[in-house]
């Protein structure tokens, strides 16, 4: 649902059950953070610009729903504006448009990270908290939730490759002592490193993600402040001369974005099996569980629909880890076990 009343902007994503509210058009802010109460606030120099509120309705189903939510943001907004949320009226008017994003400057990056700092190597606990630390003092300063967005320098390694990495470290290792974890950078046929007290395992890290889609996500969400999760963005143009985005609305059923996970991990997959590895190389595969993991015993589910679909195919790793970037799915695939 997206709509505009008495000059507030209301959408609300049924897939998440997430409600953005914004005074006027959405606009990129110059702050942002979280309060204690998980609501995402946003502000243009001092001045709120929205909200963010992740469980609208659950919030409101284990009763720790309260106005003050809202109201302390927008003390002038209406809250009858919301009572049509979770029924099934959509103003049509409001589910598409249209978007410039100008040329992108390309500007010398500002260094937030060190190549030392991202190869150290560390044990489990330590990698956990070290990236959750190092990613929190990213955001709070000046273009580095840009750049952690964008994959910017070496915030693409930190991303995509270390941040995955201390995933796997909290859900499979985190106890372990006799356990460290080291990213290795450079062109070899692994990205990183775990020694256990007896022997070591290489590691290959690789994304299942929607390619294209996710950038123009992204432009969005640094143009805008939002992007729909369940839509559609198609673009013209390109970053160099500027890029025009068409988005749209859209609810998808939560089998459908289960089916999409499993065909992008399963692509993924693929895509390295291909490729030679030294026998003890294992492959960690991390994708988007958000809406994914909404659905009933998503972990289970989504893991039988994977191995069902790689039946077929030599896997070449003694293990496939599997994890989401919310935490909420993980399984791995042990060839010689479960194919």
């Given amino acids: 649902m997206v709509k505009l009343e008495n000059g507030y902007r209301i ?10 509210l914004s005074i006027g058009e959405p606009k990129k ?17 001092e001045v709120v610009t929205g909200i963010t509120i992740e ?18 943001y927008l003390p002038k907004f209406n809250l009858e504006f919301l009572s049509e949320i979770g029924e099934s009226h959509i103003n049509e008017s409001c ?15 500002k260094t937030f990270i060190t190549e030392h700092d991202l190869i150290t190597e560390r044990t489990p606990q330590e990698l956990v908290n070290w990236v959750d630390t190092v990613i929190k003092e990213i955001a709070c300063q000046k273009g580095g939730k840009t750049a952690l967005r964008r994959r910017e320098g070496l915030c693409k390694h930190l991303m995509e490759e ?19 974890l080291k990213l290795i950078m450079g062109n070899q046929s692994y990205d990183a490193i775990i020694r256990f007290s007896d022997c070591e395992r290489k590691l290959e890290i690789t994304q299942a993600h929607e390619g294209e889609l996710r950038v123009l996500r992204v432009d969005m969400l640094e143009k805008e402040g939002w992007y729909p999760v369940s839509g559609r963005i198609e673009k013209s143009g390109s970053k160099n001369k500027g890029k025009e985005l068409n988005w749209s609305m859209g609810v998808k059923n939560l089998e459908d974005s289960l089916y999409t996970q499993k065909k992008l991990i399963v692509e993924a997959i693929r895509r390295k099996v291909r ?10 595969v ?30 070449n790793f003694p293990v496939v880890y599997i994890v989401g970037f919310g935490l909420k799915i993980f399984f791995k695939l042990e060839p010689g076990i479960n194919f």
């Avoid at 994003?101 to 500007?107: A, D, E, G, K, S």
């Avoid at 290792?173 to 356990?179: L, S």
């Fill in 162 to 180: 270390l941040y995955p990495l201390s995933i796997l470290a909290k859900i499979e290792f985190y106890d372990r002592n006799d356990i460290t």
């Fill in 275 to 284: 490729k030679q590895y030294d026998s003890k190389t294992n492959l960690l």
């Fill in 55 to 72: 469980g609208f309705l659950a919030r409101q189903d284990d009763r720790s729903w309260k106005d003050s939510f809202i109201l302390k």
């Fill in 95 to 109: 589910l598409k448009g249209k978007i410039i994003i100008p040329p992108i400057n390309f500007q010398e990056q």
């Fill in 286 to 315: 991390v994708f988007d569980d958000r809406i994914a993991s909404l659905v009933e015993n998503a972990n289970e589910v989504l893991s039988h629909l994977v191995k069902e679909e790689c039946n077929c195919t030599v896997v």
């Fill in 11 to 20: 959408a609300y994503d049924e897939l998440t059950d997430t409600l953005y």
């Fill in 29 to 45: 802010a110059t702050e942002s953070y979280l309060d204690e109460d998980y609501i995402l606030v946003r502000k243009d120099h």
